[in-house]
């Protein structure tokens, strides 16, 4: 039996943003192994696209695939397995071709779309996008999002439809097709469509790990150094809502921890000025984070500057104090009587008890 696209088959519009790239792709003939490397995805990925893709047009196999990239017009003639190697790019070149966006929430929630900043409407609203993006392509239901955006106080009307529709309006903004869509599971930004930084990030502390296990310092700080730089100013600034806070929370332990990871191979690599700017930095920002200031007192101690290493003791204990009402915890004491006794041989500049299981 000749393998067909047939005309009462789902077109193209069933599919998503990447499976069109994906089924675009096939029918100029590239291979898996080239449209992972084209859409910079993981070639078991390319291959699970494949597979959605046919179950979805309802199609045999890739010979079909590359008939019905033709059929609905991803593919024009000349284009195909038989083009010239130097038509490859074409499919690329459409598909990075098409609006990208980004939604920022390593700071005040941000989203840019082909460079331009967007207008996304009050708080509430802006919740329910960062929800959205947080859920990494999950689809969320109604009562799912009522949860993580209002908590125990739910809203009287039934405003989520009226806020995605919104969103979907100004995420568009007259240009290309909706970023947000709806399944029988619940609603999701469409895979592939929208760039954000946490995922980024996550992304680079797999690195960062890989790096660290197999001790090489310069490519562990450059990784680290990339991920803070994504980084502008408090996660999720100013946004409503219990999952907001809880990951404002988690994101800060986070950026804590990756500034210590980068820090403690620093001064393995002798960069101790770069470090002690940094450690102060951060300990100005975090005053109530004792292995923060329990390391800024080791590195100053082993750059000569014991009084200054006693002063942060003396600051962080009369903060604790002041703040708190609790004494400083075991790892500033040990800290404190390494230094008085002039110990030489004391904890080194290692992963400290707050980082010690990675960023």
């Known amino acids: 039996m000749p393998t067909t696209a047939t005309t009462d088959r789902p077109d193209a519009t069933a599919l998503g943003r990447q499976e069109r790239q994906v089924l675009s792709a096939v029918g100029c003939g590239l291979g898996d192994d080239e449209i992972a490397d084209a859409l910079a995805v993981p070639e078991d990925t390319v291959a699970e696209l494949l597979a959605r893709i046919l179950v979805k047009l309802?199609?045999?196999d890739r010979a079909a695939a590359i008939v019905h990239a033709f059929d609905c017009g991803l593919v024009a003639p000349g284009r195909g397995p038989r083009a010239r190697p130097a038509s490859r790019t074409v499919a690329v070149r459409a598909a990075e071709s098409a609006p990208r966006m980004g939604i920022s929430l390593l700071g005040p929630l941000q989203v840019r779309r082909d460079g331009r900043l967007l207008r996304l409407g009050h708080?509430?609203?802006q919740a329910v996008l960062a929800v959205l993006a947080l859920g990494a392509g999950r689809p969320l239901?109604?009562?799912e999002l009522l949860d993580d955006v209002w908590g125990m106080e739910p809203?009287?009307?039934n405003v989520v439809p009226v806020y995605i529709y919104r969103l979907r309006k100004a995420l568009?903004?007259?240009a290309g097709p909706a970023v947000i869509e709806r399944g029988p599971r619940g609603y999701q930004l469409v895979p592939g469509a929208v760039d954000v930084d946490v995922a980024r990030l996550e992304e680079l502390v797999t690195g960062i790990g890989k790096a660290d296990r197999a001790g090489e310092p310069l490519e562990t700080v450059r990784l680290?150094?990339?991920a803070l730089d994504?980084?502008?100013g408090e996660p999720l600034a100013g946004l409503p809502g219990p999952l907001a806070e809880l990951e404002r929370l988690r994101l800060v332990e986070r950026r804590i921890a990756l500034v210590q990871r980068k820090l403690e191979w620093q001064l393995r690599l002798g960069q101790e000025a770069e470090a002690i700017a940094e450690l102060f930095a951060l300990s100005a920002a975090h005053p109530l984070n004792e292995p923060l200031a329990a390391m800024l007192m080791r590195t100053l101690y082993r750059g000569g500057r014991q009084a200054d290493a006693l002063l942060v003791f003396e600051r962080a204990r009369r903060r604790l104090a002041d703040d708190l009402g609790v004494p400083p915890s075991g790892v500033l004491r040990r800290a404190h009587r390494m230094i008085l006794r002039g110990d030489e041989a004391g904890p080194g500049p290692g992963p400290s008890a707050g980082t010690a299981a990675g960023p």
């Open 172 to 174: 568009c903004d007259g």
């Open 230 to 232: 994504l980084f502008r």
């Open 141 to 143: 239901g109604q009562q």
């Open 155 to 157: 809203p009287v009307a």
């Open 123 to 125: 708080l509430r609203q």
């Open 224 to 226: 680290c150094t990339r």
């Open 58 to 60: 309802g199609l045999r």
